[in-house]
């Protein structure tokens, strides 16, 4: 697969059908590969949740490429990835096959074998069927505020009183649509962010509102429970206390449906535990990479 940089430096993969996606691939800060080495740095995989993009997780970097390549990708329609026009849907189809196969152009197209998946909200998800589809390609697998799926009263509220999630979508645009989701308790933590809230919704704006329907109608469909007992991978659930969207209780019923698995349940407000509690997720999420490594040798 070819990548092209545009004139911001970004980096793209275009991929067969036509879409580019946009990653950001940071080396290991503190490990280097020789000639003599027969170890090289894994590679942690960053995917976000909806509505938001790489440069989230940008306070992340300095910190796990200590010990690790960093390789972040905007999912179809967010960020800086492309997303089908009107007259390109006909020739795109949003199916578990294709986002994953995105993921998997791009695995291949920097040469990566396996990596340490980390997944974010509904991003989680995509790990979970990747890792139980492709179990080839993944170390390891962290989940972040992860449902299974969406159910109705999720889908009911994220309309926001619309026809449905993606007709809110493109009639709030993103930005719009994010400050609606901000009242509900539990969810963006605006009042969390205080002083960077006008950044947070900046961020937000990057991604266009049609971008994030499409991808939204696909999650609608989206559906990680029947993928879950074929997880054999080393796993860690980070489950916010407080989040609208994640129960801890759906929580302890993954961790008893994958084996092995392990559970952390992380105090504070909202879903995106991420940004509001990110020390304590990077210190789980590096101790327990780090013991994947170690038993790898």
């Known amino acids: 697969m070819p990548s092209t940089t545009d004139s911001a430096g970004r980096t793209y993969i275009q991929h067969a059908n036509g879409q580019l996606t946009h990653y950001i691939h940071t080396p290991c800060t503190t490990k280097t590969t020789s000639s003599h080495s027969k170890t090289s740095p894994s590679t942690i995989l960053i995917q976000h949740g909806f509505a938001r993009h790489s440069a989230f997780w940008t306070p992340w970097i300095p910190?796990?490429?200590?010990?690790?390549?960093?390789?972040?990708?905007?999912?179809?329609?967010?960020?800086?990835?492309?997303?089908?026009?009107?007259?390109?849907?006909?020739?795109?189809?949003?199916?578990?096959?294709?986002?994953i196969g995105e993921i998997i152009d791009l695995l291949d197209h920097l040469g990566l074998q396996k990596v340490h998946f980390l997944g974010?909200?509904?991003?989680?998800?995509?790990?979970?069927?990747?890792a139980a589809t492709r179990a080839d390609r993944v170390l390891s697998l962290t989940i972040c505020s992860t449902p299974t799926h969406l159910p109705r009263s999720a889908l009911s509220l994220f309309a926001f009183g619309r026809p449905t999630w993606a007709a809110a979508l493109r009639e709030l645009g993103s930005r719009g649509w994010v400050e609606e989701l901000a009242k509900v308790p539990g969810t963006v933590p605006l009042s969390e962010v205080g002083a960077g809230q006008k950044t947070y919704l900046d961020e937000v704006g990057v991604s266009d509102g049609e971008g994030l329907a499409q991808y939204a109608?696909?999650?609608?469909?989206?559906?990680?429970?029947?993928?879950?007992?074929?997880?054999?991978?080393?796993?860690?659930?980070?489950?916010?206390?407080?989040?609208?969207?994640?129960r801890v209780e759906d929580m302890q019923v993954l961790k008893e449906m994958v084996r092995g698995s392990r559970l952390v349940c992380?105090?504070?407000?909202?879903h995106e535990?991420?940004?509001?509690?990110?020390?304590?997720?990077?210190?789980?999420?590096?101790?327990?990479?780090?013991?994947?490594?170690?038993?790898?040798?």
């Open 266 to 270: 992380i105090e504070g407000s909202g």
């Open 63 to 99: 910190i796990l490429s200590r010990d690790y390549n960093v390789l972040q990708r905007d999912l179809r329609g967010h960020g800086h990835s492309t997303y089908p026009s009107s007259s390109q849907q006909h020739d795109y189809t949003y199916t578990t096959a294709t986002i």
């Open 120 to 130: 974010e909200s509904t991003g989680g998800m995509l790990g979970e069927i990747l």
């Open 273 to 297: 535990i991420y940004i509001t509690r990110a020390r304590e997720c990077q210190d789980f999420l590096l101790a327990f990479v780090g013991d994947v490594e170690r038993v790898r040798g």
């Open 217 to 246: 109608e696909f999650l609608e469909t989206l559906d990680a429970r029947p993928f879950l007992t074929e997880i054999t991978c080393p796993m860690l659930i980070l489950a916010p206390m407080e989040s609208a969207a994640v």
